[in-house]
């Protein structure tokens, strides 16, 4: 190994010069990746590149590794310095997919793997065997689609009421009112808690069928954002941040700027500041319609929206979601059919009608938080319950305070502020004049898959 060279290839920034829409920035927005996944990323392109520089051989990266290869070719300052350092011109060579080509490019895979493995020992599977951030999950997929059965359900609800009315009738008189609406609201109450245990104990053991770093590397903001659910949550923590260090100030609903001077080169912070280019005072309400549109904040929203699709497509998921679904499907039906009997004897209905409408749309809402149980709920609480008590130094900085304890770390002076917009969604803000610019028309849309690479 040329120590050397490798010394100066991990030293390489992609990020230089600091930018809000950086390289990592870039990278993790286009492709909805966590914080993690695209610095390891990044580390295994910077191997690759190694390997094709000091390889005599065409060596041919992985589908992950070719989206950051992609990527850093749009950088094209960047990637000319790039090679200037490895001391090679590394040509990117497309696959055509042709069946004369099949061969080459075979050889160019496992290739790579031997001198891979020499160098840099075992490819982790992450990059190397998975085609996707989501693939990597390695979490079983099914092919249906919840939507359909929840729609199927409307159907099955009455054939229930029709079984249970001529099944069941004489069961229905022989219970009078209040004791049966009693009985009823019971029933549900117990079925919603039973059925919430059940979810959260299936669903927290699916996510430890998660590669375990994936679950162990979530950053203090992707996780502040999974359990407020609110991308403005993690904006509000870092201009408190920058209030607190002196940077910014609030006067009334407004933030001023006292100082751009800021002694971390974290670019989040950079981005904040930029925002009073233009003017020194500005409403927050304003600011934070800017922040929430910027890649470098809703990068983390996007990733979350991954992670919530895998967990989703899960086959785990679907069954535990029919479940759901059935045993909602069963308690609707038999405080229907009530309804439906009380009709045909001329009986007040009012008080059934009522409890049957709040249980539907309780059951509405307890069926669509299922999904985010995973982001919202289970993994922040795992992070509370057992990673970051076995390792509080690692977890000692504000943004890990701010996730254990919420508003309770907010400056005194910003916390009324922060309490205006507490109920306001991210969608309500506009845009405004300082939002930045996503360049979709340089996107990573750079064709198929790549064969691999030459050099001059």
């Given at each position: 190994?040329?120590?050397?060279?490798?010394?100066?290839?991990?030293?390489?920034?992609?990020?230089?010069?600091?930018?809000?829409?950086?390289?990592?920035?870039?990278?993790?927005?286009?492709?909805?990746?966590?914080?993690?996944?695209?610095?390891?990323?990044?580390?295994?392109?910077?191997?690759?590149?190694?390997?094709?520089?000091?390889?005599?051989?065409?060596?041919?990266?992985?589908?992950?590794?070719?989206?950051?290869?992609?990527?850093?070719?749009?950088?094209?300052?960047?990637?000319?310095?790039?090679?200037?350092?490895?001391?090679?011109?590394?040509?990117?060579?497309?696959?055509?997919?042709?069946?004369?080509?099949?061969?080459?490019?075979?050889?160019?895979?496992?290739?790579?793997?031997?001198?891979?493995?020499?160098?840099?020992?075992?490819?982790?599977?992450?990059?190397?065997?998975?085609?996707?951030?989501?693939?990597?999950?390695?979490?079983?997929?099914?092919?249906?689609?919840?939507?359909?059965y929840l729609f199927l359900c409307v159907p099955m609800i009455l054939i229930l009421v029709f079984v249970f009315r001529f099944s069941l009738y004489e069961i229905y008189l022989s219970i009078g009112n209040p004791h049966f609406i009693i009985g009823y609201i019971l029933m549900i109450i117990s079925a919603l808690f039973a059925l919430s245990f059940y979810n959260h104990e299936k669903l927290f053991k699916l996510i430890h069928c998660a590669p375990k770093n994936f679950l162990d590397n979530f950053s203090a903001s992707e996780l502040i954002n999974m359990k407020t659910s609110q991308l403005k949550s993690v904006i509000h923590g870092y201009v408190n941040h920058l209030i607190i260090n002196g940077n910014l100030a609030v006067e009334s609903k407004n933030i001023k700027l006292i100082s751009k001077d800021i002694d971390d080169d974290n670019p989040i912070?950079?981005?904040?500041?930029?925002?009073?280019?233009?003017?020194?005072?500005?409403?927050?309400?304003?600011?934070?319609?800017?922040?929430?549109?910027?890649?470098?904040?809703?990068?983390?929203?996007?990733?979350?929206?991954?992670?919530?699709?895998?967990?989703?497509?899960?086959?785990?998921?679907?069954?535990?979601?029919?479940?759901?679904?059935?045993?909602?499907?069963?308690?609707?039906?038999?405080?229907?059919?009530?309804?439906?009997?009380?009709?045909?004897?001329?009986?007040?209905?009012?008080?059934?009608?009522?409890?049957?409408?709040?249980?539907?749309?309780?059951?509405?809402?307890?069926?669509?938080?299922?999904?985010?149980?995973?982001?919202?709920?289970?993994?922040?609480?795992?992070?509370?319950?057992?990673?970051?008590?076995?390792?509080?130094?690692?977890?000692?900085?504000?943004?890990?305070?701010?996730?254990?304890?919420?508003?309770?770390?907010?400056?005194?002076?910003?916390?009324?502020?922060?309490?205006?917009?507490?109920?306001?969604?991210?969608?309500?803000?506009?845009?405004?004049?300082?939002?930045?610019?996503?360049?979709?028309?340089?996107?990573?849309?750079?064709?198929?898959?790549?064969?691999?690479?030459?050099?001059?």
């Open positions: 190994m040329n120590k050397e060279l490798w010394e100066a290839i991990e030293k390489f920034d992609f990020d230089f010069p600091v930018s809000e829409y950086g390289f990592s920035t870039r990278l993790a927005y286009e492709n909805e990746w966590t914080e993690y996944f695209t610095k390891k990323a990044i580390e295994e392109y910077k191997k690759f590149m190694y390997l094709a520089a000091t390889s005599n051989q065409m060596v041919s990266p992985s589908e992950i590794v070719d989206v950051v290869w992609h990527q850093h070719l749009i950088f094209t300052q960047s990637y000319n310095d790039f090679c200037t350092l490895l001391g090679k011109k590394i040509q990117h060579i497309p696959s055509t997919h042709n069946k004369e080509e099949k061969d080459k490019f075979l050889t160019a895979k496992k290739h790579t793997t031997a001198i891979y493995e020499s160098v840099f020992g075992k490819q982790p599977k992450l990059f190397w065997e998975y085609n996707s951030f989501v693939e990597s999950f390695g979490i079983e997929k099914t092919n249906h689609n919840t939507i359909f912070y950079q981005s904040i500041i930029d925002c009073f280019s233009e003017t020194n005072v500005m409403e927050y309400k304003y600011l934070l319609s800017i922040l929430l549109q910027k890649p470098i904040f809703s990068k983390n929203a996007k990733a979350i929206d991954s992670i919530n699709y895998v967990f989703e497509q899960s086959k785990t998921f679907f069954n535990l979601y029919i479940l759901n679904l059935v045993v909602l499907s069963l308690i609707s039906a038999f405080g229907l059919t009530r309804l439906l009997i009380g009709l045909s004897r001329d009986k007040e209905i009012i008080f059934i009608l009522i409890v049957n409408v709040i249980f539907l749309i309780v059951a509405v809402a307890f069926l669509m938080k299922l999904p985010k149980i995973v982001t919202q709920k289970l993994i922040p609480k795992y992070y509370k319950v057992e990673k970051i008590p076995n390792n509080k130094t690692h977890h000692d900085t504000w943004e890990w305070n701010y996730f254990l304890l919420g508003t309770a770390i907010l400056s005194a002076t910003f916390m009324p502020v922060v309490q205006t917009y507490s109920s306001t969604n991210n969608s309500s803000f506009g845009c405004g004049t300082s939002c930045s610019s996503c360049g979709s028309s340089c996107g990573s849309s750079c064709g198929g898959g790549c064969g691999g690479c030459g050099g001059d």
